[in-house]
């Protein structure tokens, strides 16, 4: 890492300001939502709704079906990490995307977190330790989280994260506790997997009345959170209470502004202001919207703009909303994702006391002593101890003397909030939240490598505490079986990237010569290597390349694979003859060479498919014509494995039992050919009779996406990526 010295006025005193190190292509939370979404939503633009919780429902009846005597049920999956990672800069561990925070306010030492995917998390130390709450809930998506103020062991989770990114995963509706986490009740409402809720608050006069603000509008409970009715149309992204008064309540409203009640949220109306006191309100984006407690007719809202995703404007009111003043002096804290990161937080205590949070250009979070007439960036705080960038959380308690900070690397906290520059401390240990995409590498069980979210390539080398090689977003990875210092990455898009030191932080240099970088492609485009030649890997865009020297220079090997629109979603070799190719697409076709050189023919093999997004193509390790593909999205019609016996000439649905869930990945077992692992977005399923019947694997797991299964063939061990709880390992040698 190289650190650059740079220097803040701290009044006459000059201060060192650590940068991060190059972390490769920037975060583009843009381009991910494209990928994460389209994928699961095509050939429609949406995804259907209700989707998640049937894929659910039939999981549950699987599971009651599954008798004990099953070969899987004595199985149990275990934790590999990251747990967190370590960085190498000054953010020293990350774990992952942080998205909602509550903090008890009989206790500021007790918090919850919601991660992007990774479910609620509790602490009762100040976040020393974390232990999670609801691995086996119906949603691990997390948008908002709510304390009942009148009692605080009544808790309200908002599923769905609403973060505009689209790898912001669908929720199943409202989880709500009433003691204290230990056990939860969930009611799906109006709300179902096509709702992100975003935001909650209980009144504090009446423990019965309830908001949500969600991606579709404000919905309101009066008895607890056990119906719901939507009172406010449009993309809310904030809803709270008045403090001390709970029938005044403000929302926050893409493309409207700030709407206020004065009855407990059941009518609203325009509190934008007028004339020069008045918000821009119809070209609002999101907007972040915060109270004073101790001031309650002082609000705050960071308004983004729809066009440019850069601020639009921080504004102040002070009499309630009857009139608004921009705060000239705020600096452009969001640019250019104020859409994805934009989060406003008053101290309880004290209202002159403010911090505006978001993405890493040109700063992350900064902080007001003066009510929001000055503003200076502290994301590295008095101590040194800097906080990663996109911040989505942050949340006081309730005498103000700890703010907790969350973002896409994780939590801090300061205990000093209202000096200049806190001092900020780093609860990432033991957080295991990572999302990792597909392509994690396996070559021993003491060296995995993994893609990540915005905590770019990982490499576990066997310790739970994973180490941070490369990247912003991460995603396919390779590692030369013959020499194991040597890997490559796909980090987003075209960034490809070679190490020959064993993937250490500084040793990676880019390794795409040749590679068009104006050609349409994935945000995680595929990487693989040859099984039988390690100098030949190819990378797929909307054409499939080759290296044949190790990727010093690539050249491309085939025409537009996909309908003229599409991207390459997956390029496989098939094990026993590597002249033999299959390329999927996002547009569900499927093309094949017998020839893996320049010029050589494909032939498209697609009749009998389904028209839906692949994901993965799985090649029997001593049959090159026996093939299996896996699909996303869901049935309609069609399922989401196929097989192949000759080579594509016809293909056959060998996933009838299982759920209706995207399929992200398939492994053969390497002994059992018979034996095919499927990783799902509703967890992993196994088969010993080629799809005849499908049983859930394990026990374990929790319900979360997984994006990646790789098999470590000598120990037959599966290794598990999931998008939002990290890696996960069973060994199968029971299963034939």
Excluded at 320 to 341: I, N, Q, R
Excluded at 487 to 515: F, K, M, P, R
Excluded at 586 to 605: D, I, K, L, R, S
Aim: hydrophobic content about 35%; some cysteine; overall charge negative.
């Amino acid at each position: 890492m190289v650190v650059v010295a740079a220097v803040v006025m701290l009044g006459a005193a000059l201060r060192p300001r650590p940068e991060k190190a190059d972390r490769g292509f920037p975060d583009n939370p843009a381009a991910r939502s494209e990928w994460f979404r389209a994928q699961r939503a095509y050939p429609f633009a949406h995804i259907p709704a209700g989707a998640r919780l049937n894929s659910l429902r039939q999981l549950d009846a699987m599971r009651l079906a599954q008798t004990e005597h099953s070969q899987s049920t004595s199985l149990t999956w275990t934790l590999l990490g990251p747990q967190p990672t370590n960085t190498g800069f000054s953010y020293p561990t990350t774990s992952g995307r942080v998205t909602a925070l509550a903090v008890d306010p009989t206790d500021s030492e007790v918090v919850y977190l919601g991660a992007a995917e990774g479910g609620i998390w509790k602490t009762t130390d100040g976040g020393a330790a974390w232990v999670p709450l609801t691995d086996t809930q119906a949603s691990l998506a997390t948008g908002s989280i709510a304390i009942d103020p009148s009692n605080h062991e009544t808790i309200y989770v908002g599923t769905g994260e609403e973060d505009f990114s689209d790898d912001s995963y669908y929720g199943a509706g409202v989880l709500k506790s009433t003691n204290g986490g230990n056990t939860w009740t969930l009611t799906p409402g109006p709300f179902g997997d096509s709702l992100e809720i975003g935001s909650m608050a209980v009144d504090p006069a009446n423990d019965q009345v309830v908001l949500a603000g969600t991606n579709s509008g404000v919905y309101l409970s009066t008895n607890g959170g056990n119906t719901w009715n939507e009172v406010l149309a449009g993309t809310a992204t904030g809803v709270l209470f008045d403090p001390y008064n709970g029938n005044r309540a403000y929302a926050a409203v893409e493309g409207n502004g700030v709407y206020v009640s004065t009855n407990a949220g059941a009518a609203w109306s325009y509190d934008n202001g007028k004339g020069s006191g008045a918000l821009p309100a119809s070209n609002a984006g999101r907007i972040a919207v915060a109270i004073s407690r101790s001031n309650p007719s002082t609000l705050f809202a960071g308004i983004a703009n729809p066009t440019t995703g850069s601020l639009l404007g921080l504004y102040k009111t002070t009499n309630g909303g009857s009139s608004w003043t921009e705060l000239t002096s705020a600096p452009d804290y969001c640019t250019p994702y104020c859409w994805y990161t934009n989060v406003v937080a008053v101290d309880p205590v004290n209202p002159q006391v403010v911090f505006i949070g978001g993405s890493d250009e040109p700063g992350t979070l900064y902080q007001s002593l003066n009510g929001g007439a000055t503003w200076t960036n502290v994301a590295v705080g008095g101590n040194l101890v800097e906080l990663h960038e996109d911040h989505h959380a942050l949340a006081f308690s309730a005498n103000g003397g700890t703010l907790y900070v969350g973002n896409d690397g994780g939590v801090w906290s300061a205990t000093d909030p209202t000096t200049l520059y806190p001092n900020w401390t780093n609860l990432n240990n033991p957080l295991a939240i990572t999302q990792f995409y597909p392509g994690n590498s396996v070559s021993s069980p003491s060296l995995v490598y993994g893609g990540t979210q915005d905590n770019g390539v990982q490499q576990y080398t066997g310790s739970i505490a994973w180490n941070y090689s490369w990247c912003g977003d991460g995603g396919w990875t390779a590692v030369n079986p013959g020499t194991p210092s040597t890997v490559y990455a796909s980090c987003a898009q075209y960034d490809v990237e070679e190490s020959t030191q064993n993937g250490v932080l500084g040793t990676w240099t880019s390794a795409n010569s040749g590679i068009n970088t104006s050609d349409r492609m994935q945000f995680i485009p595929p990487l693989v290597m040859d099984p039988l030649n390690s100098e030949i890997l190819y990378f797929g865009t909307y054409q499939v390349y080759q290296t044949a020297n190790g990727a010093s220079s690539w050249q491309s090997i085939s025409p537009d694979l996909t309908g003229g629109t599409g991207t390459v979603t997956v390029v496989s070799v098939a094990p026993s003859n590597d002249q033999i190719l299959y390329a999927g697409t996002n547009e569900g076709q499927v093309q094949t060479t017998t020839t893996a050189a320049p010029g050589t023919t494909w032939t498209n093999v697609s009749t009998g498919l389904p028209n839906r997004s692949i994901t993965q193509i799985a090649i029997s390790p001593s049959a090159p014509y026996v093939a299996y593909v896996a699909f996303s999205g869901f049935n309609s019609p069609g399922g989401h494995i196929y097989q192949t016996t000759n080579g594509g000439a016809s293909w056959a649905d060998i996933s009838v039992p299982l759920p209706n869930t995207p399929v992200d990945d398939l492994v053969i077992d390497p002994v059992y050919p018979n034996t095919l692992y499927a990783a799902t977005d509703i967890g992993v399923f196994y088969t010993t009779n080629l799809g005849q019947t499908w049983s859930i694997l394990g026990t374990g797991l929790p319900n979360v996406v997984v994006l990646g299964l790789k098999m470590y063939a000598p120990t037959r061990t599966l290794y598990a990526a999931t998008h939002g709880r990290s890696m996960w390992t069973l060994n199968v040698n029971s299963i034939q």
